[in-house]
């Protein structure tokens, strides 16, 4: 595979803006994201893909059609096209570190900011490769962009190469997959995979089909406004019973706490005056069980406050958003199987473990398309940190081309 030829395609890519929007109920939540979906369709049409079809909700699908003369799963797999809210990525300006060296990256030398390994550990993993990071005024995209990379560059090189045999292969590209919305209005039957891989996760390696149950919750607290000098008695100030709830919640479960199985409350939003605070939290635990207690600690907090002081002023509000996967993919773990194989087979090491979040692919596989999670590459995603090895991206489109093959001789 040509290396150069991935880097160009990965930066053209980066340098489209795409980032969605959580606050607008459109489909998809911002107009650009149609612009990359555009490019993308006019490029699988000219490396020779079948059935290209950008559909009205921008979702885009296509078909390597086999190249075997008997009957083998047709598979799938998946990217999103959007990139995430929590930092802009308006004017991308990727930056090409050629044989890292393993010393401090300079993002950007006039604001002074410094990707090094000293905090960044991972980042040794990677001496004497290429490193595609951002200039540090916004995040890179490589979620999920280093995925859509590696999946057309998959499927161009099969169709270069047909001497690899593999049977019907559907891609999919998604819209509003940071927002929670990616798979919505994915039509699984249209799509007509028996399963299908997210490529989607971070470091090389990574192999998942677990991942969080998921639940939003939007906390309102009511005060009352009144002149501060004739306030008392009368004033209830929002923000100091906001400030109850927050510290009623676990201290040590929280993100920057927590790893492996156990969850956590998120505060990601927080606005208030006296008069009315809104705190915006997520939930998140693998266990079932736990993720359920979780939703109820937060409802008892707010009863109990609400009890002490003698009114409502706390409403809460919470609404589930994914589950996890492992329900769906246990019954069928074949799937998982055969890319640990290709990954063993391409000697590397596959990293089994939990998903501290969501893909499209949980929502996926409820919907009936198993959908397990691959990794893409990329480490520090959502912010300026964000950065990708090529050589990562280069090992993920070999594990695509090596489950295509693969499928062939299991279901021979």
Not at 60 to 87: C, K, Q, R, W
Request: net charge negative.
């Amino acid at each position: 595979m040509d290396k150069q030829h991935i880097i160009d395609r990965f930066i053209k890519y980066v340098t489209v803006d795409t980032e969605s929007d959580p606050n607008n109920p459109a489909f998809p939540s911002t107009e650009k994201q149609w612009n990359l979906a555009r490019i993308l369709e006019q490029e699988l049409k000219d490396i020779g893909m079948s059935d290209v079809e950008l559909d009205q909700n921008c979702y885009l699908m296509a078909t390597l059609p086999s190249n075997i003369d008997y009957e083998v799963p047709t598979i799938g797999f998946v990217a999103h096209i959007d990139t995430s809210p929590d930092f802009t990525g308006a004017n991308v300006s990727p930056q090409v570190h050629e044989n890292y060296n393993g010393e401090d990256i300079v993002l950007n030398e006039k604001e002074n900011i410094v990707l090094s390994p000293k905090y960044f550990e991972d980042l040794l993993q990677y001496k004497g490769q290429t490193i595609i990071t951002t200039d540090g005024t916004t995040l890179l995209g490589a979620d999920d962009k280093a995925g859509v990379t590696e999946i057309v560059s998959a499927m161009e090189y099969l169709l270069q190469h047909p001497e690899i045999k593999h049977g019907t292969i559907r891609i999919c590209f998604t819209p509003d997959e940071e927002v929670g919305k990616g798979a919505h209005k994915f039509d699984v039957k249209k799509f007509g995979a028996e399963w299908a891989y997210t490529m989607d996760g971070s470091q090389i390696g990574e192999l998942e089909y677990e991942n969080f149950n998921a639940a939003g919750a939007k906390v309102t607290i009511n005060g009352k406004i009144v002149h501060p000098g004739y306030a008392k008695g009368k004033m209830i100030n929002s923000m100091t019973i906001a400030s109850q709830f927050i510290n009623a919640l676990p201290s040590n479960e929280v993100p920057e706490k927590t790893s492996g199985y156990e969850g956590f409350f998120h505060l990601h939003n927080m606005e208030g005056k006296v008069e009315k605070t809104i705190l915006q939290y997520i939930i998140r635990d693998h266990d079932m069980k736990l993720f359920q207690e979780r939703k109820e600690t937060m409802k008892n907090i707010a009863n109990e406050i609400n009890k002490h002081l003698g009114n409502d002023a706390i409403e809460i509000e919470i609404k589930d958003q994914y589950f996890n996967m492992k329900e769906k993919v246990t019954p069928v773990m074949h799937i998982v199987d055969i890319a640990e194989e290709v990954m063993k087979d391409l000697h590397i090491t596959p990293l089994i473990k939990p998903i501290r979040g969501g893909t499209d692919g949980s929502q996926l596989s409820y919907m009936g398309l198993p959908c397990p999670n691959i990794f893409a590459g990329g480490h520090n995603f959502h912010g300026r940190y964000e950065y990708v090895p090529v050589e990562s991206i280069l090992k993920a489109t070999e594990v695509i081309v090596g489950i295509a093959e693969k499928v062939t001789t299991k279901f021979a």
